[in-house]
């Protein structure tokens, strides 16, 4: 079974302040995803990263697949109270396997 | 482009009845995942369908089933409820041949077993 490890579990700062979330596996993934998850509604995706070294950017958000495959990281540059939510990353070995979910960063953004 | 459904958006059931929890897909996508997502937990795996065909089934006992029919929508039935089944249901639709594409998620059944 893959496993998906994401660090820090909580995580609460001042709006401003810079943050990096990670998430780390034994496993090589062919594809690794980021998604956002608010109270009460469905995880929304963020990116997909596929090529080892890959570095994608939307916005104040920075991700960074590991060169090797096995890690990411997210990189959200001056928070805001709108990136609060539950970060969630999401990887798939190569074939037809099922995607599966670490447990998340819970990140609140205090005014 | 409407966006993926599930019904009922609240459940609560009485340990050993049986509850079924409908997702249609976006228009167009013939993958359906299914995922029981809890505090402890986080989001695991229950089931993946294309095509009406169970692709993948994740490490859930006999009760958990589900099926997909000819139009895309699946279903998911859990039978003789147990309190560890309180959970949040996600279905998420997807495109298939790029395996590198995103999910979309629908809102979630929210279960309460008591």
């Known amino acids: 079974t893959q496993l998906l490890e994401q660090s820090p579990q909580f995580l609460s700062i001042q709006e401003g302040e810079n943050l990096t979330v990670y998430c780390n596996s034994s496993s090589v993934f062919s594809s690794l995803q980021w998604y956002r998850q608010e109270p009460g509604e469905g995880p929304v995706l963020l990116v997909t990263?596929?090529?080892?070294?890959e570095v994608k950017k939307l916005k104040r958000l920075t991700f960074q697949f590991g060169d090797a495959r096995k890690d990411s990281s997210l990189h959200i540059t001056a928070a805001q109270t709108g990136d609060t939510g539950l970060y969630l990353c999401a990887g798939r070995n190569a074939g037809n396997t099922p995607l599966v979910f670490g447990k998340g960063t819970r990140l609140s953004v205090i005014a | 482009k409407a966006g993926v459904t599930q019904t009922p958006r609240y459940l609560i059931k009485t340990r050993g009845q049986q509850v079924t929890l409908s997702c249609s897909p976006i228009s167009g996508h013939r993958s359906v995942s299914w995922y029981q997502q809890t505090p402890g937990q986080g989001l695991q795996f229950l089931f993946e369908y294309f095509s009406e065909t169970q692709r993948n089934k994740g490490n859930f006992p006999g009760r958990f089933s589900g099926r997909q029919f000819s139009n895309s929508r699946s279903e998911m039935n859990v039978s003789t409820l147990e309190l560890g089944d309180s959970a949040l249901y996600l279905c998420?639709?997807?495109?298939?041949?790029?395996?590198?594409?995103?999910?979309?998620f629908g809102s979630g059944t929210r279960l309460t077993v008591v």
């Open positions: 998420a639709s997807s495109p298939w041949g790029n395996l590198d594409y995103g999910y979309t």
């Open positions: 990263v596929v090529t080892g070294g």
